[in-house]
């Protein structure tokens, strides 16, 4: 199993920034990508942004130019560093994580609550 424990949530106005964390821990060996999906209210998740063991980094295009994911590998530990924040950034952030045998992202952290207010 894969334990993903997400840090960084909390209230912010709009134009602040917040940076979440993410770090990995158990059966880690075959896990490639790493990411983070979000959770409005009466909304589905969805994609904010993921990257792989190699690099390569998807956004969603609603927070391209604003969002920044990277990753420590020595940390196992994945970050998301959020500028220019908007109200309807507002959501429960997910950390997820998926092995290389995997298509869809099946390890889910518990979610940590980002609130923009305006």
């Known amino acids: 199993q894969v334990q993903l424990v997400e840090s960084g949530g909390g209230l912010v106005q709009a134009g602040g920034s917040l940076r979440l964390s993410c770090a990995a821990s158990?059966?880690?060996?075959?896990?490639?990508?790493m990411g983070w999906y979000r959770q409005a209210p009466g909304q589905q998740r969805g994609l904010v942004a993921v990257?792989?063991?190699?690099?390569?980094?998807n956004y969603a295009d609603s927070v391209k130019g604003r969002f920044t994911i990277s990753r420590d590998n020595a940390k196992n530990t994945v970050y998301l560093q959020m500028n220019s924040l908007q109200p309807e950034d507002t959501a429960v952030y997910y950390c997820?994580?998926?092995?290389?045998?995997?298509?869809?992202?099946?390890?889910w952290g518990q979610g940590t609550q980002v609130t923009v207010s305006s």
């Open positions: 997820a994580a998926k092995r290389i045998t995997s298509i869809v992202y099946n390890y």
């Open positions: 990257i792989t063991n190699g690099g390569t980094i």
């Open positions: 158990g059966n880690i060996v075959s896990i490639n990508s």
